[in-house]
Structure formats: structure tokens, C-alpha cells
């Protein structure tokens, strides 16, 4: 859909929906206020998203009393505007389009509460008088190729030469630049236009009237003005006269889909004036009034209708956000200030007394000291900076600077969270359940309603207890609402806790979703049906091992039973065929973490566990052959892999020891039924020893002069980590590699495995001075002409450790090694470290560190004390 651009008066200028007038000939109903609309059609021009031009249709609808009312907007949403006199229906809403066979092209025409749009349906339905909306129909503007969105649509008004098409975007409230887009880059660039045809409407009226900014411009004449006794029609006519003038001078606009739009509105307005025999009002963009006033054969608008392409297509409202009709949301038609709008539309009197109380109660919620006394100030000096910019009233620009000078005390960075929380604002429509629905999300708003999960525009996280039902329900559903592609939910790090048993998630409802969740609606009725059926077909389609193995997890996650057998047969065929080590390696942790989901989630993971065990068995046959004669970077990539193989096998130990050896005799749980996995291993399958065997791995890549420096070295860093290796082991492996003989480069390689990657190598070398006399001996020792090829990776070995790290390993070097004195640093100083472990020391430590673990219910120190008391 066209994006409403803003037409010069500020009359908000609708891409195509300009209403074409029947004749051409008629004229705003009599200037002297009153007048009832006779013969000719009643041309209301405004600013979609306007407050200003939503309270002038209002008092013009009033007092004209029209027998029907035309409004820009597909035909198709003909039988859903009497849903806008529900109780249920709280704007800013949406009417969404999409085709039936291809959801996602669709297109949106948002509402707000001060649009004028909106306005004009409330006063009709209120009034008992019939309302149509006669733009383009969505069938047409659907299948329209320049056209085509994912967005916002309909509501916009492109000015003349913009040639943008009902796609995506909302309707800007300030009547955007007929230059401005949908989101989907609809406007094509207009094959018929002349140079200035990007002109902005708004921008040209500003400075001619001697304004730089046209939203100041646009403040003072219309939202700011009072309408005198019988001057209702008075800001219509002056609007129109304004386009007029520029499209006189700037061209009608050659775009093809704007004439074919204005072409069916004129047609639409003579059926109306047929059939009713006058009294039309007709509520568009400003942009377009003169258009429909035109005097054109009703044969050659036709003959513009004739061919045109068409889809079927399905309409109905979704809830939108006061954030989506801003323009910052990429809608490049929208508005800027629509929570500022919406205020001025609401307020019935004391805008800027009653928005200053609004923003001394957010900045109070967020503890800032604000007292009544600097809301009297700001309003003070908001009315004396408009006064001295010779404004009629305070506007947005006032306002704001008097908030960052009183109430901010200068700072922006309180003022970004007015801008954002209040000038933008958060606020998310609702519709009423009797509105059209496609059956997915019909049952996504029952199961929102039964897990009390209810969309918000306000992004906001949500913490989860997997032990509870109900943060077990929601955790589901979120998870099959992003295999079914609608993002709703992101997971994030939990900060109080590491266990499994918790989540933690961000959310914010984008009224794009709604689309998401209509095109979700191909893979079944109901949110389990549709994920279900989506994995299926993922797991069939996936491109990589990897890719299977990640979908593994995410059926546990979402618990989608009938989907984890089809994705674990694909993934065992996958396994069996693969033979890359890398791919294999890839895939094996994200396959053992979806085992830790069955103890919480009460998934059985017996036919999971089978595969990863196998598939942890081809990696350790196929490992150090793949680590040989590797170049830097795939080392790098390698060492990688092994780090993640390392945690995955200990893991996967744990799970192998506490289950036993499978029993292939027992009967496969009906949730994972029995896998064809060529990779099960039979009954007496060793794989409990995984972890000795993984071991065993390790020492082979650790002894192999053809693996790289950087994977052997890890190798020694685990085994070490493992207590497989001992210190002087440990010590002895350095002290050859760090030999005269070793070339540099593969030495500070050695160093990078053993002591980087983000293992704690920097705390092993501040807690054992034999390897950090080593280093340091070492490094003393290269050449000048190899010091310059090893500093790069020294420096992101050691760059990686922690500030405190670096600055105590400092100390150690700058003392020199066996000292035993203090180590200077802040004043205060730390003990040195010995060569051996001080077990004296360690073992007064370990009955507190076991009693906060929780590993001992009595404990006794050494000297006989109750530690236990003592722990109290």
C-alpha cells in the first residue's frame, strides 16, 4: 500500500487513495459552515495521523450531515468497519490484507485513535449513516508487482510523483513527502515524472510561510489554531487551495498506480452520488483532493480499471503500536511524535499543563526527583519559549527543551526515555474476538488468554520456573512460536540462575507478527499442529548435520512428540552419511544439550542419547587424522571444535552414568519411537567409557608433532584441567615445546592453545610460576626477527584475560620468579605463590566451601571445631 506522504497544507496525502470526486466539479460545501451536502461531494482533505485534521472532519461531518461517508481504504474492509463500535476495539488497530495462497504479501492501513480515518468511521457508526471505504481494492493492489509488501500498507498517501503503492507502512500522521516509501521499498520511481516530483507537500508550504521545519509549520496552523463560529469548512478549503497551487506547479503525479487508484475512487464517489442522490463526504489524503475534483469521462476511467492484475485476498483488523506508526520504524511515511499526537487529540484542555504531569510521573517511576514545583517551572518556560518563537501555543519542540532544562537538569539521557516511553510511546491496540481470524491465531489468542501471556507493545523479559505448569506452558509455546517463524520471544541469558530449570526471555508484540502468524497458518490450525508439521518439514529440507541437530533441540524445547521422530531418523541418516569431522564435531553439542531437557521437561531422550553417543564415537576415531597438516585459521576453527567436543562428552558421560547401558530389550517410549540409527551401539556397548576414551584422544593429539601447536596445546590444557595430567607433566611438555628448537611461530601457537581461548589460562599461569617462568624465559629468548611474527598471537593470547588477570601476572614477571615477596598493586598487596600447592592453606578452605555446596550435612574441622556452627 502507499504510504501516506505529507500533502503541503499538511493534509495527510494517501499514496493512492485519493478520492476521486464523480464529476470533478464539486466543491466544499459552503464556506459560510452548515451547509448540508447537496449535489456535488463534500472533499475533506486532511494529514493522516493528524489530531488536528481528525477534529475538523469531526466538526465537519457535524455539521455537513452527509447521507454517507467515503473513506480512503481497501472495499474489501467494507464488512468489517461496524467492529470499530465494539467495546473491544481500542485503536491504533489495522486492517491487514494478505493473499490467501501467499500470506506474506500483505499490507496494512493503520488507525489511529486522532486519525482522521478513524474519526470519520466512529462519527458514521455513531450517527447510524452507512461508511465505505473506496480506494484501490486489496485484490488489485495485492497482485500489483511494483506494489508488492510485507508491510503497512493502504493507509499511506503518497504525494504526486511518488508512485508508492499500497504496500507496507502505516499512514503518517503528517502526511509525508511524496518521496517517502513503504518499508518494503514500494515506490517504483514514477516513469512520467518530471525533476521535482520528489517534493515534499509540507516542506514547500513551510518555506514559503518562512518555517525550516515543516512539523513546526504544521503545529501552528492547524493543530494550534481554534476554529472559529462557522468556520468548519474553512481549513478544507484553504488545504485544497494550497495543493492546487503546488501540484499546478509540481505536476498531478505520472506514477501509473496513483491514476489507477484515483481513477476507481471517482467511480466510486458517482455510484455513491446515484445512489444516495447526494449528500457524499468523502474523507483522503490532501494531496489527491484536487485529483478527484477533476472532470473526467467515466469511459476513461475505466479504461485505466481494465486488466488489471488481481489475487485473492482475505481482511480483517490487527492490534498496531503507536511505535509502528512512528517514522523511526523504518515506515518511511510515518510520523514522528505519535504519542505527542495523541495527547494533543486527547487533552480537552491544558495540553502542556496536563503533558507535563504526565513526564513528572514517568521520570518519578524511574526515581528521578521531580517535585510539582519543577512541573509549574517547565510549563513557565515552555510558554515563554513559545512566546519568544512567536508560536500560538507551546508545541513539541517547547515542551522538549523546557523538560531537558528543568526536569532533566540539561541531561539527554532522561529525555530519551520521555522521547521514547511518551513522545513515541508503547501503547498497543486491541480488537475484539468477533474479529476474522485465520484458525492459528485464533488458537494462539485462547492459549495467550489461558497461560495469562498477553502481547505488549513494551519490550519487556520474562522470567520462567520450568518446575511450574504454567512457565512450563509458556516456555512451550514461545519456543513453537520461533520454529513457526513468528519471533515474538528472543531467549536470553538467565542472570539469577544457570540451571535448566530456568529461562529467561525478552518480548515485544510487532504488529508484523500478526502477518507471521497468518502465514504460519499453511502448516496447521493450532500452534502445536503447525510447529509440529513445520519441523518435520525443516528436518527434511536442512542443509547441514548441524542444522539437524539444532532442530533436535528445539522439538525438546517446544515438546513437539510427533516431530522428534521424523527429525531423529533424518538425523541419524545424516550422521551415517556424513564424514566430516568438522560437521560431526559441529553437531554433537548441540545434540548432548538437548539431552539436559528430560529430566525438567519430562521428555524422554532415550533413542537422542543413543545417537549422540554414536555419533561422539565416530569424532573420536575421526580426530586426530582431521587435526593433521591444518593451516592457522581451520587450527583455530579445529581447536574450536574440540573445546566444545571436550564439554559435550562430559556431559554426556554424566547422562551415559547415571541411565546405565541402554537396554535395546526394553520397549522404546511411545513419545521416541525406536530410530533405524546405524550408529546404536548393541547391548554391551561401551559407551559409558566415553569420557577415558575422549582421553585417550587427547593424549594422541597432544604427542603428535603433525597437529597444530594451537590443538595440542589445548589437548595438554584439558587433560590438565581433567586431572589426567600432573603439573610436572604438564611443566615437562612446555619445556619441550618451548624448546631452542621449536620455531617461534609454533611455539606462541603452543602457548595460544594451552593458556587462551578463554579456558583460564590466565589464572593457571598466576597460580603455577613454573609455567609463567617458562613463558617468560621463553619469550625473553625469541629472535628480534621472529618476535614480530609472534606478537600478534601473543597479544590476543593474553589481550583475552581479565584486567585484574593481566595486572597480577605483570607483578609476577616485574619481581621475578621464586620470590615470595609481595606483590605491589593498590596499596595493599597480595601473598606470592610457592612453586608447590600450600595443602595446609587448601585444607582449611574446604569444609566452609563444602558446606555452601551442600555436600555435607556434619562437618568437622580438622582442630575438632563444629564448622557447621561456625558456618551459621
Known sequence: MTERERDGSGAAVSDGSERAAGDGSGAVAGEGGGAAVDREPLLLGVRHHGPGSARAVRAALEAAGPRVVLIEGPPEADALIPLAAEEDMRPPVALLAHAVDEPGRSAFWPLAEFSPEWVAIRWALEHDIPARFIDLPATHSLAWKEGRADEAVGETADPPDSGTAPDSGTAPDSGTAPHSRTEAGDGAPDPVAHTDLRIDPLAVLAETAGYDDPERWWEDVVEHRGAGAGDVFAPFVVVEEAMGALREVYGSGGHERDLVREAYMRLQ?????????????????????????????????????????????????????????ARVSGYGAGIDSPGWYGHLFGAADRPVERWMTRVAGLLREEDRIVSSAHVIEAVRLAQTLAAM????????????????????????????????????GDVLGEVPRSAPAVPLQRDLDRTQRRLRLKPEALERELELDLR???????????????????????????????????????????????????????????????????????????????????????????????????????????????????????????????????????????????????????????????????????AEEMRRHVDAVHGAVGLLGDVLAAAGTPDDSAPAPAAVPPVDN????????????????????????????????????????????????????????????????????????????????GAGGGMLL???????????????????????????????????????????????????????????????????????????????????VRLLLGLDSDLVGADGNDLVGVGR
Open 269 to 325: 464517489v458517482r455510484a455513491a452520488q446515484r445512489e444516495f442522490g447526494g449528500g457524499v463526504a468523502v474523507v483522503c489524503g490532501a494531496w489527491h483532493v484536487p485529483a478527484l475534483r477533476e472532470r473526467t469521462a467515466v469511459a476513461a476511467d475505466r479504461a485505466l480499471l481494465k486488466g488489471l492484475p488481481k489475487v485473492k485476498a482475505d481482511m480483517t483488523w490487527v492490534p498496531w503500536t503507536y511505535r509502528r506508526l
Open 389 to 424: 518563537r512567536g508560536r500560538p501555543l507551546a508545541g513539541l519542540s517547547e515542551t522538549t527543551d523546557a523538560v531537558r532544562a528543568v526536569m532533566c537538569e540539561g541531561s539527554d539521557v532522561p529525555l530519551s526515555l520521555v522521547h521514547d516511553r511518551l513522545v513515541v
Open 766 to 848: 598466576v597460580h603455577d610460576e613454573r609455567l609463567l617462568g617458562l613463558v617468560d624465559a621463553w619469550l625473553t629468548g625469541v629472535p628480534a626477527e621472529a618476535f614480530t611474527d609472534v606478537l600478534p598471537l601473543l597479544r590476543r593470547t593474553f589481550s583475552a584475560y581479565e584486567p585484574g588477570v593481566r595486572r597480577t601476572l605483570g607483578e609476577l614477571v616485574r619481581r621475578g620468579p621464586g620470590e615470595r615477596g609481595r606483590v605491589a598493586g593498590g596499596g595493599a598487596g597480595i601473598p606470592g605463590f610457592a612453586a608447590d600447592l600450600d595443602t595446609a592453606r587448601a585444607d582449611a578452605v574446604l569444609p566452609v
Open 678 to 757: 546405524p550408529l546404536r551401539g548393541a547391548p554391551d556397548s561401551p559407551h559409558r567409557d566415553l569420557r577415558p576414551r575422549w582421553r585417550s584422544v587427547l593424549r594422541v593429539l597432544s604427542g603428535r608433532d603433525t597437529v597444530p601447536g594451537v590443538i595440542r596445546g589445548r589437548a595438554v590444557r584439558l587433560l590438565l584441567d581433567d586431572g589426567e595430567l600432573g603439573q610436572d607433566e604438564a611443566a615437562r611438555l612446555m619445556g619441550l615445546v618451548l624448546s631452542p628448537g621449536t620455531p617461534p611461530a609454533d611455539a606462541a601457537a603452543w602457548i595460544e592453545g594451552f593458556v587462551g581461548g
Open 468 to 634: 511450574k505448569e504454567t512457565d512450563a506452558g509458556r516456555s512451550r509455546l514461545l519456543h513453537r512460536l520461533r520454529l513457526l517463524g513468528v519471533g515474538w520471544g528472543e531467549p536470553v541469558v538467565s542472570r539469577g540462575s544457570t540451571g535448566t530449570f530456568r529461562e529467561t526471555w525478552r518480548l515485544r508484540w510487532e504488529p508484523e507478527l500478526s502477518v507471521r502468524v497468518a502465514e504460519a497458518g499453511v502448516w496447521g490450525t493450532t500452534v502445536l499442529a503447525a510447529a509440529t508439521a513445520r519441523a518435520q518439514a525443516d528436518a527434511v529440507t536442512a542443509q547441514s548435520l548441524a542444522d539437524v541437530t539444532a532442530l533436535a533441540e528445539r522439538c525438546l524445547l517446544a515438546e513437539l512428540p510427533e516431530a522428534l521422530p521424523v527429525v531423529m531418523q533424518v538425523l541419524a541418516d545424516r550422521a551415517a552419511l556424513d564424514a566430516d569431522v568438522g560437521h560431526l564435531a559441529q553437531a554433537l553439542p548441540a545434540l548432548v544439550r538437548s539431552l539436559r531437557y528430560g529430566d525438567v521437561r519430562g521428555t524422554d531422550t532415550h533413542a537422542l542419547t543413543e545417537v549422540a553417543a554414536g555419533l561422539a564415537e565416530r569424532v573420536f576415531v575421526g580426530l586426530p587424522p582431521a587435526c593433521a597438516a591444518l593451516d592457522a585459521d581451520a
